[in-house]
């Protein structure tokens, strides 16, 4: 869980946030909520009975998206 979810918040910062502040990106979608059989990359495990991501880590990096989409269309 620790890795996946230093993967993602490096994503949203080093990618995804320079790409609304450089260039006007006005929109991420992540589609991939949970793993197929044989996938890794889900949100929740296969069963759904394991969340891989701490809620809370993404409330806080949307939350951070949405400040920085407010800047923009102000």
Request: hydrophobic letters at 30%; aromatic letters at 10%.
């Amino acid at each position: 869980q620790e890795e996946l979810e230093k993967k993602v918040k490096d994503l949203y910062e080093k990618k995804v946030l320079p790409q609304i502040k450089e260039h006007g990106l006005s929109m991420v979608v992540y589609t991939q909520l949970g793993d197929c059989e044989t996938e890794l990359n889900g949100l929740f495990t296969f069963d759904r009975k394991v969340e891989k991501i701490n809620p809370a880590l993404f409330k806080k990096l949307n939350e951070e998206l949405q400040d920085e989409y407010q800047k923009l269309f102000r």
